[in-house]
């Protein structure tokens, strides 16, 4: 809901293609994300919307079509690959904490090898983070004793302790229970509010509607249908967008 | 939204930070370094032998072996070639793994039944018996069998088991049953039981999938050129005054028994040891199979009103096979390796043959190669018959 | 369920009641049990009736007991005995104060030993083992004060709590290559003892426990290249897997009796020890391999993808990831696979080293022996066959309870 947007683009895909074989998961996308902006990706199941926001950050591989991040184009350049993934930031469905280590050491373990910075600093800016989402009581517990909520606040926090410029969420609610939901979402909207980039594919059409710059909905690999959430949500143009937002609202 | 075109300049990649010629170079270098020690290796080795004049050569094989072996499948005697000698030993292998499956298996069943008796002493004592057979060495076991054979009293004072079974020095001889004069009579009956059994399995299948309802055929079938095997048995009796067959009862002779079958003490120390140590895990294979398809699956199928029959046959039996398959698979094939300890108790297997040639040639190198193909194949060719019965039994039960 | 009482009794059954219920429910539950039973009975009687006698009454014993030093360190020099023995009690100080830190399991480890060590101890002091030659500690004294040890250091071990973690690990590590060191000697005035004195339980733990000690890496090395992306790395790993797997041990050992010395240039002699080793160690590997590879297979695709997305790096991934998750997850695995190692070692008997079962086969066939009436294997093997079963039995018990521990801690 930010209102200053710089009119820079911060990620840029044009024409990306991919295939699985003989399956084409990605068809076609072009897409652009401007600093500061929040979209959120729906669709149906397999539409390829996790396919599309995981190229993003190289952990499925595009086969055409360039796409750039805050300037960094993504290609087999080891170098770039490396300058992407840190200046994203991503949460997974299912948390993918590393159960081995407490939470704080969750947090802190990308700053320490990646950042190199040392660990009584990063510590205090985990810490921090981790109060920031509101679970910094729960530091030197493992993941494991935590709840569904809390797991994914803490794997957010991971994610910012690397100081992203852009963060990716897939699907973050989903394995959640209903009640754990709002507390996930809420510190998104936070988030979002305080002018982070961020690409969320979520069927969480409320988060959506309150929070998102853009709507882009994907079906069968390709970008169906994009606008404001007001267009999408009171008027959209594509039957197949009409006929999923019958389904899910 | 922007219009303008992203601010890109297409610079090229230097080759040491490319992935993809990351990957083919870590490649190549990993090839080199392993194909290079290896081919190190062989130099050093094909240096040695030089020096030492024996480069490898496979011309032993035609050459006549000179030792004897012991015992054999197939007709041997010194005079015949290594590469006989080695087919000798191959095939004794192939032997002594056969019937030792088929016995440990047999064991391993019954002492994983045992091991899930409602009955406290069977089932303790199938436990004692696998907590101490599974934690001494195989080898220490075989050479405490021998031993214990070997302990056996001559030929002429053997200990006499049940009228059947001989304990001697020599061996184990065995009543064993041989064919009668009477045999031509039984022939028909046996012939027509199996092309009636067969003629019913294949008209009950034709109805199963013409009523497309499932049901049970083999058993019946069985059953039926077996009951038909088995009343011819009966009426040859009556029709040429004997039995078919008959059970030949071993008689001392002055040195040795004659009639029944007799194995020598090391294929009988091998045997067993091999047989003992096996069935405890197979036995483990099957309680364990048999306890991870009862939980709730025995509930499920009593709710849909099955007989406890039918659960068995139908529920548990079916998906404990499944389980069981794979593991089987690979006690199998250690007991075929295993089998190699035969050098420990002389019985003349594959290794016992290779490393006496071996030691008469000093071609170690192709003694080496040749043992290890053998093992290679026989443990592939076990594994491919289990795989081939495993994909049956997974379609046939689906 | 053995004990199984109803509940609506109020009163206290009476112990007669008790034991008919026990009996009815477990031995005589049905016509068909109850002739099984009675049948087993007779056949248990018998068995330990039987036996029983035959312990008393043979006249082999001598030949275990006084051969216990051959059957336990075969030649090693009697007044060298020293340097194995404080290895064990190395072994026990370690063993103690790890207990005192970590507690919980090993805690457990500890009091068995401690058990164990005391028993034989108190059985080697009552019946005392006629002993040739000068010994630094006699057999009772070394077994007690090592459970001595082990006790008192738990203890400390407590004492120093945490702190002690690191400094411990570290030790643990290098106790190996240490004991090593101290068994061979050749330095700072210890005399050299030649590999070739060395044998009997020495010789297979040390065989046993350095297949799985050098194989680790190698194993490790194998897993990661089975699951690499790298189809030419890939290749090579399963087919060194596959090899090793496919042929029986006597094989790899008889290849490295033969090959090894051809494939060192110039042919230099080899030690049959260390022979043995390198195959052991190959052979170890392919299987080490497996289940490591088991245990990288058990963990999510998602613990790779979330390191990768945070920016480490292959490595990183690897070291910080997934092996600390996979070697955790198979512990128990490995520690089967070590009591199959410690008991797949008698196979060097067959290379010509005399380990726990070429020491026994040595005694058995000694000309003193001859006249013993029905000779006296049965006593010599019983006696390493003990042996061999309560390393074995205690070790799997260690590793079911692992088990145990490591899947209640998954929830």
Sequence with gaps: MSEQHSSEDIIACEGVNKWYGDFQALKDVTMRVKKGEVVVICGPSGSGKSTFIRTINRLEEHQEGRIVVDGIEMTNDIRNIDAIRRETGMVFQSFNLFPHLTVIQNVTLAPIWVRKTTRKESEAKALEILERVGIQEQAYKFPGQLSGGQQQRVAIARALAMEPRIMLFDEPTSALDPEMVKEVLDVMKTLASEGITMICVTHEMGFAREVADRVIFMDRGQIVEEGTPEHFFTNPRQERTKLFLSQIL | MATSTPPIQRTSIPFYRDTRIIAIIVQVVFAIIVIGGLWWLYANMMNGLRRVNLLPTFSFLTVSAGFPIAESVIAYDPSMTYGQAFIVGILNTVRIAIVGIIL????????????????????????????????????????????????????????????????????????????????????????????????????????????????????????????????????TFFIAGAWPLVLEIPQLERFNFEGGITVTASFAALLIGLVIYTAVFIGEIVRSGIQAVNKGQREAARALGLTPGQTLRLVIFPQALRIMIPPLTSQYLNLTKNSSLAIAVAYPDLFYVASTINNQTGQAVPVILMLMLSYLSVSLITSLLMNWYNRRIQLVER | MATRVSQQQTRLPRTSALIVDWLRQNLFSSWFNAIISVVLLVFVVQVITSFGRWIFQTQGWPAAFTNLKLLFTWTYPIDQIWRPQIAVLLVALLLGLSAGTWRGLLRGIAIGFIGIMAVLGLLAFLLPPPVEGQVALPAWALLLSSAAVTG????????????????????????????????????????????????????????????????????????????????????????????????????????????????????????????????????????????????????????????????????????????????????????????????????????????????????????????????VWREVFLVIAAIYWIFSFSMSRTSKRIEEQVNATKH
């Design chain 2, 104 to 235: 440990a298996t047999f064991l391993g069943v019954v002492l994983g039944i045992c091991r899930l008796s409602s009955n406290w002493l069977l089932r303790n004592l199938a436990t004692a018996y696998v907590e101490i057979v599974r934690n001494i060495p195989l080898l220490l076991q075989l050479i405490f069998w021998f031993f214990l054979t070997k302990a056996f009293p001559r030929v002429q004072e053997s200990i006499e088991v049940g009228g059947v079974l001989f304990l001697h020095n020599r061996g184990v001889t065995l009543a064993w049953p041989r064919l009668a004069d009477s045999f031509s009579f039984w022939v028909p009956w046996l012939l027509v039981g199996v092309a009636v059994g067969v003629i019913f399995y294949v008209i009950r299948r034709i109805q199963f999938v013409r009523r497309d309802r499932p049901g049970v055929a083999l058993p019946y079938a069985l059953l039926i050129a077996l009951g038909t095997a088995l009343v011819g048995f009966v009426a």
């Design chain 3, 152 to 375: 008192g250091t738990y203890f400390l071990g407590r004492a120093g709590g945490e702190r002690l973690r690191w400094p411990l690990l570290i030790t643990w590590f290098l106790l190996y290559p240490a004991v090593v060191l101290l068994i061979r000697g050749g330095f700072a005035g210890l005399t050299l003892v030649n590999t070739n004195l060395w044998g009997g339980l020495l010789l297979t733990l040390l065989l046993s426990i350095s297949g799985i000690v050098l194989s680790f890496p190698l194993g490790v090395l194998l897993a990661l290249g089975r699951r690499s992306e790298f189809p030419v790395i890939k290749f090579f790993c399963i087919a060194y897997i596959e090899l090793i797997r496919g042929v029986p041990l006597i094989t790899v050992l008889f290849m490295g009796s033969l090959l090894l010395p051809l494939f060192l240039p110039g042919g230099e002699r080899v030690d049959q020890l260390i022979r043995a080793m390198v195959a052991v160690t190959l052979f170890s590997a392919a299987y080490l391999a497996e289940n490591v590879r088991g245990g990288l297979q058990s963990l999510p695709r998602g613990q790779t993808e979330a390191a990768r997305a945070l920016g480490l790096n292959t490595v990183q991934t690897i070291l910080l990831i997934t092996l600390p998750q996979a070697l955790r997850a198979v512990i128990p695995v490995l520690v089967g696979q070590f009591i199959s190692l410690f008991k797949d070692t008698s196979l060097v008997v067959i290379v010509g080293l005399a380990d726990l079962l070429g020491a026994a086969q040595n005694i058995v066939g000694q000309p003193q022996w001859l006249g013993t009436p029905g000779g």
